[in-house]
């Protein structure tokens, strides 16, 4: 999407905006939304990041977005009306509404640009996985007392591995693009692991997992940094909904301890960096470790198995179909995401002995500390 295929200066008037907008660039690299950023043309008034919301994904914007204000006003109460630039912010309509839909049906949602921020697509550093870490414990932290009822699910089943599965073996079946006499190999992983991958399932059937307020996209570039890579908060809200936190430490995982990009054609530079993995532990577990129960700590590892296996089956379903659903560069663009996906699965599965080693140990290490706290104040 190209700033010049919209009138974006005339859209971001519909908003409660100060200033004028003096420049709009292409922002961001998410596979699902379009983002602009809009620099203000007084240097002393707010920039605005301005998103058209791809609502053939989100069929309900209006839940969507009460999803978003309520999230955003939870997570306010906490942080203080001090904290204002340390999370995501919207902006109503002139008319009061959160979102502003144009004549060609095309919805708009305004947020303050967050000064000073930037999010990556790869780590590079151990600093930037632990300070993701501590962004989404804290997240999931702050949200653990909303009442869950109050969201709508903006995406049924989202990560739920066995509708996933079964919209694959349907989008294998009706081969539409006929595409699956290429993919014989990736069907294959995929229909060996399948029975393996329904345990967060199972486990929630049983009732021994809670159901908590979770992001659903914990992808690296949806925390902002600011310049020395301190957390500022976590961004790109659409699938905050109730969910495993399983499914948040998977994802987070997914993206973070990949050497390479998520759509990495040569495979060979796909591996797991441990340093990174205990980084991002070290972070979510300290942050986190306050709430979680002891099954949800062990479902941790089934997570991070878990989400590059459903991110592999969810591009190769979209490559069967036609590649309606993801943003894509080139034709084969989701094949080789799912490659690479399912390469980093088959990785993440070769490493999974130590990495659980690494949470339980980092699980054991900040228990002692809150035993420590706790003792400490019993004797104050
Ligand atoms: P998508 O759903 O398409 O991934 P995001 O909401 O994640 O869209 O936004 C895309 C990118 O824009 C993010 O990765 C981040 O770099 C940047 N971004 C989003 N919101 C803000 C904000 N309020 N302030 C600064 N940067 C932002
Ligand atoms: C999409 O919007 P973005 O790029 O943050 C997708 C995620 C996938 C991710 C894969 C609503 O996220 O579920 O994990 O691509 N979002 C939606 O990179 O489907
Ligand atoms: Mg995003």
Known sequence: MNTHDFDIAAIALKFQITGEVSEVRNYGNGHINDTFLLKNSNPAGPDYLLQRINHHVFKDVLGLMENIARVTAHLQSKLGADNNQKLLQLIDTKDGNTFYRDEGDNYWRLYFFIPG???????????????????????????????????????????????????????????????????????????????????????????????????????????????????????????????????????????????????????????????????????????????????????LSLGMLLLP???????????????????????EHNLTRTKAQLCLFEKLHEKSPELRQIIADTVAANKEILTGINTQLSHN
Not at 121 to 136: H, L, N, V, W
């Open 117 to 299: 921020s930037k999010s990556y697509d790869i780590a590079e550093t151990a600093r930037q996985a632990y300070e993701a870490g501590t962004a989404f414990g804290r997240f999931q932290s702050m949200l653990s007392d909303m009442d869950p009822t109050l969201l709508s699910e903006t995406i049924v089943d989202f990560h739920n591995i066995e509708k996933r599965l079964k919209d694959f073996h349907e989008a294998v079946k009706a081969d539409k693009a006929g595409r699956v006499e290429t993919v014989g190999a990736e069907i294959a992983t995929i229909s060996h692991h399948e029975q393996a991958m329904s345990t967060i399932n199972q486990w929630g059937r049983a009732g021994l997992l809670p159901k908590r307020i979770t992001h659903n996209d914990t992808k690296l570039n949806n925390v902002l940094l600011d310049a020395d890579d301190n957390a500022i908060c976590v961004i790109d809200l659409d699938t905050v909904m109730t969910g495993y936190v399983a499914s948040d430490f998977g994802d987070a995982i997914r993206t973070i301890t990949n050497t390479a990009a998520e759509d990495e054609p040569d495979l060979e530079k796909i591996q797991v960096n441990v340093d990174l993995f205990r980084a991002y532990t070290e972070g979510y577990i300290k942050t986190a470790i306050g709430f979680l129960t002891e099954k949800e700590i062990e479902s």
């Open 309 to 331: 296996y459903m991110q592999g089956v969810r591009f190769l379903t979209d490559y069967l179909q036609g590649d309606t659903y993801y943003k894509i560069a080139y034709p």
